[in-house]
């Protein structure tokens, strides 16, 4: 599928409108809301790692309302139940005929939405964190041994505090690999501070997110549009063999433990394509790719011990080995 010229920039029109909005509420996390746009274009989901009060929240909900989108919140606790997330099965007895035992109706849970905030997710258990596996890979429930799908589009947006703070649980690696991105949020700039001070206190009361300024200026059937459009973006071979060799450094690098697997460079080529789109281009470039390279992979490696003990960082080893790897010229 070849994307008309038309189409693009209606795209592209669409998208400078999203991002207006967007920065209507949200100040001083640019990078944040770009990388989140990427995700979700390229139908992906994100994990946000910050401390509290940095706008996390307020970033899902003002990407669920410009985008005319449902969306649901889960705070994660150590007490919180599989089921607490997906829903569950309840026999109703008041339908119950002939002595039988009644009818088994399905409670659908938080999930059946689509943007889905999955607060301070390190804060639940493995069990609990691990219930968004099926739904993060298939995009539907199983209950009672019935597939129910999810509505499209559909987002897990998740955040959690950094792993140090107390009363956290690291989560599993097969639910990092599900996440596309992973996005580090810091504090803001002084002028943005005050900005953000500012539109918080000025004639608003209480704790309130400064939403109702926000116009939704997209609809659900636009979303599904440009992830479409997205997937058509053009990849020349060169570039997609340029993010296998990325991925590939990260297993052989001094100081990383374990590489990223196959969907590292999977999501380096979404995230390509999605930046592409939000760039009013029909291609990749390397650099496209290039500027992925942290958020799509710093999940989905570990750090040796004994860089640990150096204190060394992640970041500072992916970006070590992505400068080794030369990028094609095209």
């Known amino acids: 599928m070849t994307i008309k010229p038309e189409d693009l920039a209606r795209a592209a029109e669409l998208i400078t409108i999203l991002r207006a909005e967007i920065a209507k509420a949200v100040v001083g996390q640019g990078g944040a809301v770009e990388q989140t746009l ?27 309302r410009v985008m005319s989108l449902r969306h649901a919140r889960i705070q994660f606790t150590p007490d919180l139940m599989p ?5 569950h099965a309840v026999l109703d007895r008041s339908e119950a005929v002939n002595g039988g035992l009644g009818t088994l109706r ?6 059946f939405t ?24 298939e995009y539907q429930v199983t209950l009672e041994g019935n597939a129910l799908p999810l509505p499209r589009p559909f987002m897990v947006l998740a955040t959690q505090n950094p792993i140090d703070t107390e009363g956290t649980y690291p989560l599993p690696e097969a639910q ?18 005050t900005a953000i001070v500012r539109a ?9 997110l400064p939403l109702e300024q926000l116009t939704p200026c997209l609809e659900e059937r636009h979303v599904l549009a440009l992830q479409q459009m997205a997937s058509h973006v053009r990849a020349d071979d060169r570039v997609l063999d ?56 710093r999940h989905r490696v570990l750090l040796a011990p004994d860089a640990q003990l150096e204190g060394r960082s992640v970041d500072g080893l992916l970006a070590a080995a992505l400068d080794s790897v030369p990028a094609p010229r095209l």
């Open 38 to 64: 990427v995700a979700l274009i390229a139908s992906g989901h994100v994990l946000i790692e910050g401390v509290p009060g940095l706008g996390k929240t307020l970033l899902a909900r003002a990407l669920a």
């Open 114 to 137: 689509n943007l889905l905030l999955a607060d301070e997710i390190n804060r639940a258990p493995a069990k609990t964190q691990s219930a968004l596996l099926e739904v993060m890979q």
């Open 83 to 87: 089921s607490d997330i997906t829903g």
């Open 176 to 193: 990092l690999d599900r996440f596309l991105l992973k996005i580090s949020i810091g504090y803001p700039g002084a002028a943005e501070e």
């Open 106 to 111: 399905v409670h659908q849970g938080p999930v």
């Open 242 to 297: 340029y993010a296998v060799r990325i991925t590939r450094a990260t297993r052989e690098w001094p100081g990383l433990s374990a590489g990223a697997g196959p969907r590292g460079a999977i999501a380096l080529v979404r995230a390509a394509r999605a930046t592409a789109l939000l760039q009013a281009r029909d291609f990749i470039t390397p650099d496209d790719v290039k500027q992925h390279a942290l958020p799509a992979l």
């Open 200 to 208: 918080s206190t000025q004639g608003q009361a209480g704790n309130l």
